[in-house]
């Protein structure tokens, strides 16, 4: 740290001897300089065009508040065009999944296409697929690749009324990836409504950053879990 004030410090003193009239000098020689360093303009101090206790220059006051107008302005557009890619790359990335989840030739196929591409092509760690077990139904679908729930499972996991649940901090409830459930730290938790006469089923997409969180659009998520219901109710009838 103290090298780094001493060079700005040497900097500061070659700037000042270098002195004024040979700066107006250079820029009297080279009036096109700041078309290429227009981002100095920004940083330069200009004089106002009135001066004397009691007098404001308030045209000057106006053009830095339509500068900083301006600035926060690109910001803003810097971010929706940001979110506008993120978006685009999320609906790519869920179009694909849909895709592989239908051509899926049968139910064992279709949930290693859950287990084993959907984390590739949604770009997430893990995914896996439950099915609560509390009935007779819920015994045709025990799988070593399938994970079993409590009845009500998917009622505490996604929450009453919900199709879709987005956890920032998964906590106790990433037993629900398996031996991935010390990797896991957000989720993405769809309810599944297979078909009538078929258990409540859950689609979990688990992350080790925070990829999920509250607020987030889960549109694409909820899409997703009902092209996998279809997909399900094929392959099982």
């Known amino acids: 740290m103290a090298g780094k004030k001493e060079d700005a410090a040497a900097d500061e003193d070659d700037t000042d001897a270098i002195g004024a009239e040979r700066v107006a000098l250079w820029l009297d020689r080279h009036p096109d300089f700041f078309v290429s360093r227009a981002d100095l303009l920004s940083q330069m101090a200009f004089p106002s065009r009135w001066s004397g206790e009691g007098v404001v220059d308030l045209q000057r006051h106006m053009l830095e508040r339509r500068q900083d107008e301006i600035e926060n302005l690109r910001n803003c557009a810097i971010e929706v065009i940001e979110t506008s890619r993120s978006n685009l790359s999320s609906q790519t990335r869920t179009h694909a999944g849909a895709l592989a989840l239908v051509a899926a030739g049968d139910f064992d ?129």
């Open 109 to 237: 196929e279709l949930v290693g296409v859950v287990t084993d591409d959907l984390p590739l092509l949604l770009d997430v760690d893990v995914a896996t697929l439950g099915f609560e077990a509390g009935s007779e139904d819920g015994h045709a679908f025990i799988s070593p690749h399938i994970v079993t729930l409590d009845e009500g499972a998917v009622e505490r996991l996604v929450g009453a009324g919900r199709e879709v649940a987005l956890v920032h901090d998964i906590g106790a409830d990433g037993d629900l990836f398996g031996a991935a459930a010390g990797l896991v730290r957000s989720a993405a938790l769809a309810r599944l409504h297979p078909a009538r006469g078929m258990p409540v089923g859950l689609l979990a997409l688990g992350s080790r950053g925070d990829d999920f969180y509250s607020g987030q659009g889960t549109e694409l998520v909820g899409f997703l879990a009902r092209v996998l219901e279809f997909c399900i109710r094929r392959c099982r009838e």
